[in-house]
T-cell receptor, first 109, second 109 residues
Framework: SQQGEEDPQALSIQEGENATMNCSYK?????LQWYRQNSGRGLVHLIL?????REKHSGRLRVTLDTSKKSSSLLITASRAADTASYFC?????????FGKGTLLTVNP | NAGVTQTPKFQVLKTGQSMTLQCAQD?????MYWYRQDPGMGLRLIYY???????DKGEVPNGYNVSRLNKREFSLRLESAAPSQTSVYFC????????FGPGTRLTVT
């Protein structure tokens, strides 16, 4: 069963706009991670936010975490066509990560 | 460094045939994982190995076996392939985040 669930399932925006995708999870976490997957490729780690952090930035990425609501959001600012990909959140502890089903982001030039 | 490598990249099997998917990492990580990815299902964990000499079932282990040959290599075997095993298979290793291989696209006819 999936621990994290992304929302929306698909998102289409114009280049230069911001993209926001959300992740909800069910049980307590130590950290939450976001990954990107370009079509036909393996997943690539983007950012990790720990349970005691509320916000984290990495370049054009901003991640927030609300443990009281068991939710996280990923904001991509000033999107580019190259940001077109699927985005997954992942949660877990010890050795295992559980991935959501992903948000497919399409950035139109 | 190659990171995580998988062979083969593509494979077509007939129902009942067997095959082994190979994975190797040069990142000196203890943990290794096998996932399958199906449309609309996200990534599902098949088996994982927390360290050399140990393996454990994930979410969907039926029909698969694994071998952690040494710290570098973790193989996935399909003893009698079924059409339901048509999927994209990803190997991964982990420190805090996971590092994925490029995937093996398997079709069972």
């Amino acid at each position: 069963s999936q621990q994290g669930e992304e929302d929306p399932q698909a998102l289409s925006i114009q280049e230069g706009e911001n993209a926001t995708m959300n992740c909800s999870y069910k049980t307590s976490i130590n950290n939450l991670q976001w990954y990107r997957q370009n079509s036909g490729r393996g997943l690539v780690h983007l950012i990790l936010i720990r349970s005691n952090e509320r916000e984290k930035h990495s370049g054009r990425l901003r991640v927030t975490l609300d443990t009281s609501k068991k939710s996280s959001s990923l904001l991509i600012t000033a999107s580019r066509a190259a940001d077109t990909a699927s985005y997954f959140c992942a949660t877990g502890s010890n050795y295992k990560l559980t991935f959501g089903k992903g948000t497919l982001l399409t950035v139109n030039p | 460094n190659a990171g995580v490598t998988q062979t083969p990249k593509f494979q077509v099997l007939k129902t009942g045939q067997s095959m082994t998917l190979q994975c190797a990492q040069d990142m000196n990580h203890n943990s290794m994982y096998w996932y399958r990815q199906d449309p609309g299902m996200g990534l599902r964990l098949i088996y994982y190995s927390a360290s050399e000499g140990t393996t454990d079932k994930g979410e969907v282990p039926n029909g698969y076996n694994v071998s952690r040959l040494n710290k570098r290599e973790f193989s996935l075997r399909l003893e009698s392939a079924a059409p339901s095993q048509t999927s994209v298979y990803f190997c991964a290793t982990r420190s805090y985040e996971q590092y994925f291989g490029p995937g093996t696209r398997l079709t069972v006819t």
